[in-house]
């Protein structure tokens, strides 16, 4: 009787790309460039594995950027490989949309590298320890760059043969999942429930989801493994790869390993009481130090972590706040916290300016009539949802501009005229520039 199978499942590593969002000057900081990587990401997940001893790895696709991948992308990815198989660790693999091309050229130059479903069709293999079989892992590779049938509709059409003796099985596919009409490989989440396997572990979307379905016990896992590391700050939160361990009685145990070395967050900083612009760096660095050490009493410790700022209430310093966040003095702010260098990537201005907008909207000037329509955003009635049906009208033939595709291809676009998107919007815009009308009033009257 073996003690089980341990298998460590990575996401989109997309060797090659860029980590976009970290400051140039983070190497005087004692912080090498290099360090931050989707190459260092994968070492680290490579070293993991092999002190774990793990039985298998798994790629879920786009492990490369390029379809036609260059040297430098392609040397760390085959090191990498040819070390995991000299521990004695399988490597099995699907190709994505990015690595088309990419991962069949590396399985036919690496003995032991197994691609699965090349030529876009299903594909099996069974993953054995101490000589018996402990797991199968069923794939499916794109054959080119865009796919738009549902590979698993294939799957449940011509199911591959169960194994015997009968393990678990674990689906390995990068897809879009829930994204009817999309170009690559659309699934339903009703279709990979139709077959019945134990886990799928899917590749695309660099936000991992795989966590909700871990740690229900109702579901089977089935989710995104997310990007190993954070190529830009949009990409928060833990990222890393995924350690299943297969119990002997076929039971799965699924928990993310955040090993990511360049971690992203997301914060909200009140303005509220600062009644200066001098006195925001610091609590700026404050929350910086807050959210590291937050995430060192978690055991989490990035090399560096980088800090979206969301600047939130009213200050009595509102414009010279605008003012200084313009200017990106923040840029070269920073902290070393526990090892890890802190910095900040965007300070965004969702400040309210210190106005009263009933008050203003009782007039029936200019100013007035623009308090009236914010007021009328702040809820979602029939006259806020016109003011947002006129918005997008003005706004959609700009948004459907050439210019604006690559933006929508992004592998973290989102809507841009959403009714969210568009309130949002609308009430930043106007709530400044009913600041500024108000102050250009006040600079008339004194003049």
Same mark, same amino acid.
């Given at each position: ?18 980590? @976009?969002? /970290? #400051? &140039? ?17 994968? &070492? ?9 001893? /793990? ?25 990498? /490989? ?7 660790? =399988? ?9 088309? =091309? ?20 299903? =594909? ?66 009703? =279709?990979?429930?139709? +077959? ?16 909700? @379905? ?12 997310? @990007? ?16 299943? &361990?297969?119990?002997?009685? !076929? ?50 410790? #990035?090399?560096?972590? !980088? ?6 209430? +009213? ?29 900040? @990537? ?51 033939? +700009? ?23 568009? &309130? ?16 250009? !009033? ?6």
């Amino acid at each position: 009787m073996n003690e089980g199978a341990s298998i460590l499942a990575i996401g989109d590593v997309h060797l090659g790309a860029p980590c @976009s969002g /970290v #400051p &140039r000057g983070i190497s005087s900081w004692g912080v090498d460039p290099g360090e931050l990587t989707p190459a260092a990401a994968l &070492r680290r997940s490579v070293d993991f594995a092999i002190q774990q001893r /793990v039985d298998a790895v798994l790629f879920a696709g786009d492990v490369v950027e390029s379809v036609n991948a260059g040297f430098e992308a392609m040397l760390p990815l085959e090191e990498g /490989v040819r070390q995991l198989l000299e521990a004695g660790i =399988e490597v099995i693999a699907v190709a994505g949309n990015h690595d088309v =091309e990419a991962l069949p050229r590396l399985a036919a130059v690496i003995d032991g590298f197994t691609l699965l479903g090349a030529g876009g069709r299903w =594909e099996a293999r069974t993953i054995s320890k101490d000589r018996s079989p402990v797991a199968q892992v069923v794939g499916w590779s794109f054959d080119d760059r865009s796919v738009r049938q549902s590979p698993v509709a294939e799957l449940l059409r011509e199911p591959l043969e169960m194994p015997s003796p009968p393990v678990p099985r674990i689906g390995l596919l990068h897809a879009d999942l829930d994204a009817p009409g999309g170009r690559y490989a659309p699934v339903r989440r009703a =279709e990979i429930e139709d +077959t019945g396997y134990d886990a799928w572990l899917l590749g695309h979307v660099h936000q991992p989801s795989l966590e909700r @379905s871990a740690t229900t016990t109702e579901t089977r896992p089935c989710g995104y493994l997310g @990007s190993l590391v954070g190529l830009d700050p949009s990409e928060t939160g833990a990222h890393g790869p995924w350690l299943l &361990r297969v119990a002997n009685d !076929g039971g799965l145990d699924l928990r993310q390993i955040p090993l990511a070395p360049l971690r992203w967050e997301q914060v909200a900083v009140s303005a509220e009481g600062l009644d200066h612009v001098e006195d925001l760096p610091d609590r700026l660095l404050s929350e910086a130090e807050r959210v590291a050490r937050r995430l060192g009493e978690q055991a989490i410790v #990035p090399r560096a972590l !980088g800090l979206r700022v969301r600047l939130t209430g +009213t200050s009595a310093g509102y414009d010279g706040i605008r003012r200084w966040i313009a200017g990106g003095e923040w840029r070269s702010m920073g902290r070393i916290v526990d090892g890890a260098a802190v910095f900040f @990537s965007n300070i965004v201005d969702s400040m309210d300016p210190p106005l009263d907008l009933a008050e203003l909207a009782s007039g029936d000037d200019p100013a007035a009539l623009m308090a009236q329509r914010l007021l009328m955003l702040m809820h979602d009635d029939a006259r806020s949802r016109e003011l947002l049906e006129e918005a997008r009208a003005a706004l959609s033939e +700009t948004a459907g501009e050439a210019v604006w595709l690559p933006v929508q291809d992004h592998r973290n676009a989102r809507a841009p005229l959403s009714d969210q998107a568009l &309130r949002d919007l609308l009430l930043r815009s106007g709530k400044a520039a009913l600041s500024a009308m108000l102050a250009g !009033g006040e600079e008339g009257d004194r003049s």
